[in-house]
């Protein structure tokens, strides 16, 4: 309590010092001469000051140094006031200024990341239908391979037809030939039988010989059959060897276009993934830019009650100041006007 004690009247003694000067002792001011003390305890040694000054100022017959003091010191106090309020004001219209173009530079951010955001779209939607420009080839494709597996199993089941009636056919013939030379051999066993009958059996003998010739240009024929068989079979053996290596090529087409598509895909995930990113991009921007408005709006309302507090302090200090001289001024002029500047009386 002692301690609180010394303070103020330390801090009385070091306002009167300053009043002295000719300067308007604030709390900063004494609190520097002083060189200690809490704010609280300089401010009521201020308010003290004042009111002892006040009580000293309404005392008769004041000398003139104090009435030129109290003059001065309301003159001075205006004038600081003024140049506080300058102060604060451009202070305050520097940092709006500068909350300003930090909106500015953001909302040309967020209008950026807007544009890019548009423009992963119209990617993903070129990627969208590259892909189902590439499905719909992958499903044609596999059509044609599907029709292609079918004419192969038609051309397998010809072929296989083919081969069964080219063995049918050569084992009629060899079952032929097989008759024939039975009939050749009972043939030449009658024409031993029957050399004494020669010339009655000469024309069956050429009978046989004529049979056995019509066999021959038979077995001629079946045997051309059979080539020209044979020939067809290794033709449709060919066909079905190229439609193999179409169906070949059709899958590698297939397999090509698979590849494709899984790029695609790929890609369009991607694209998909940076257009995610890029609208949690927009959304974290556009909170940015919610707190920033928030933040200025903020500022702008401490600005205007700083502004309010200001013209009040002032207000209540001509107040003051116009109540404490008022008695020097009608002791020094009875009859003059309020000092310049000074509020009217209420």
């Known amino acids: 309590m002692a301690s609180t004690t010394t303070t103020r009247e330390s801090a009385k003694t070091a306002a009167l010092a300053i009043l002295r000067r000719g300067e308007r002792p604030t709390a900063e001011k004494v609190r520097a001469a002083v060189g200690h003390g809490a704010q609280q305890t300089i401010l009521s040694a201020l308010d003290e000051f004042w009111a002892d000054l006040g009580e000293r100022l309404g005392e008769p017959r004041l ?73 719909a080839a992958l499903a044609a494709t596999r059509q044609e391979a599907a029709d292609l597996r079918d004419q192969v199993q038609g051309l397998d089941l010809v072929v296989a037809a083919l081969r069964t009636e080219l063995a049918a056919e050569r084992t009629g013939r060899a079952g032929d030939q097989a008759t024939w030379l039975q009939q050749v051999d009972e043939t030449r066993q009658r024409l031993k039988a029957t050399e004494g009958a020669l010339v009655k059996t000469q024309g069956a003998l050429d009978h046989v010989r004529d049979t056995e010739a019509a066999q021959r240009a038979d077995l001629a024929r079946t045997s051309q059959r059979g080539a020209d068989l044979e020939r067809h079979l290794q033709e449709q053996v060919a066909a079905v060897a190229a439609l193999r290596a179409r169906g070949e090529d059709q899958a590698a087409q297939q397999r090509g276009l698979q590849t494709a598509l899984a790029t695609a895909t790929r890609e369009c995930d991607q694209a998909v993934g940076a257009a995610a990113q890029a609208d949690a991009e ?45 008695p020097v001024l009608e002791q020094r002029h009875p009859t003059t006007a309020p000092v310049p500047g000074a509020a009217p009386t209420p």
Request: glycine share 2%; with cysteine; proline share 1%.
């Open 63 to 135: 000398p003139a140094a104090v009435v030129d003091a109290a003059a001065a010191l309301w003159s001075l106090a205006l004038q600081e006031g003024a140049q506080q309020w300058d102060t604060e004001r451009a202070a305050a219209a520097t940092r709006m200024a500068d909350l300003a173009a930090v909106v500015d530079r953001q909302r040309e951010e967020q209008t950026a990341v807007l544009a890019q955001c548009d423009q992963h779209q119209g990617e993903n939607r070129q990627l969208t239908a590259r892909l189902d420009e590439a499905s």
């Open 282 to 326: 927009c959304a974290t921007l556009r909170a940015r830019c919610a707190h920033l408005e928030q933040e200025r709006q903020t500022h702008l309302a401490q600005l205007a009650a700083g502004r309010e507090a200001s013209a009040e302090a002032a207000r209540a200090l001509r107040r003051d100041l116009q109540e404490l001289l008022r």
